[in-house]
Each structure stands twice: as structure tokens, then as C-alpha cells.
Nanobody, 115 residues
Framework: QVQLVESGGGLVQPGGSLRLTCAAS????????MGWYRQAPGKERELVAG???????DYAHSVKDRFTISRDNAKNTASLQMNSLKPEDTAVYYC?????????WGQGTQVTVSS
């Protein structure tokens, strides 16, 4: 069983920055990818950014050039640096990790961008 614990959400003004971190623990079978999804009220959950075990990254068009995902394989962590935040970035952000035959989600952390 894999557990994911997220941290770093909160309230920030438009144009501000936040850093989310996800720590994985338990019976982790490598290789595995990690990613961040978000879900705003009334909307479907969407992929924000993902990173493979080899460091290949992928971003949603709406966050490209503003968000940066990174991971530390030795510590089993993934971070999402969010800059130039906009009100439309407000959502619950979920960490995801998945391997060949397993997948796990974090509990979610709220990010609110408002003045």
C-alpha cells in the first residue's frame, strides 16, 4: 500500500506563488510516475503537471511557463512550484502516483487565489 501526503496549499493573492509537495511512502514499486491534478467546484478533475521516473515532464497548457514540477527519487517526493497564480487556479490540488499496476491519490490540498 502506498500513501501520499500533500502539503503547501493555502490562500495567496493573484500574482503570488505557492509550492506544493507530495511525499510518497509505503510499498512503492518502481518505476512510477507522479503528477498533480486539480478540481475546481463544478468542474472535472484535470491534469496540471506530471513527471516520469526519468524526469520527463508534461504540463497543462493553462499552466505552462508558470508552474514547474520536479521530483526527488531518493526521497520519493514531487513538488509543484506555482508562480504568477491566477484566480482561475483556485482548486483542490491532488497528488497522484502510479506504476505499471497500481495507482494512488493524495487527500488533496486547497489552493485559493484571491485578493
Amino acid at each position: 500500500q502506498v500513501q501520499l501526503v500533500e502539503s503547501g496549499g493555502g490562500l495567496v493573492q493573484p500574482g503570488g506563488s505557492l509550492r506544493l509537495t507530495c511525499a510518497a511512502s509505503g510499498s512503492i514499486l518502481s518505476p512510477y510516475a507522479m503528477g498533480w491534478y486539480r478540481q475546481a467546484p463544478g468542474k472535472e478533475r484535470e491534469l496540471v503537471a506530471g513527471v516520469t521516473s526519468r524526469g520527463r515532464t508534461d504540463y497543462a497548457h493553462s499552466v505552462k511557463d508558470r508552474f514547474t514540477i520536479s521530483r526527488d527519487n531518493a526521497k520519493n517526493t514531487a513538488s509543484l512550484q506555482m508562480n504568477s497564480l491566477k484566480p482561475e487556479d483556485t482548486a483542490v490540488y491532488y497528488c497522484n502516483a502510479h506504476g505499471y499496476d497500481w495507482e494512488q491519490w493524495g487527500q488533496g490540498t486547497q489552493v485559493t487565489v484571491s485578493s
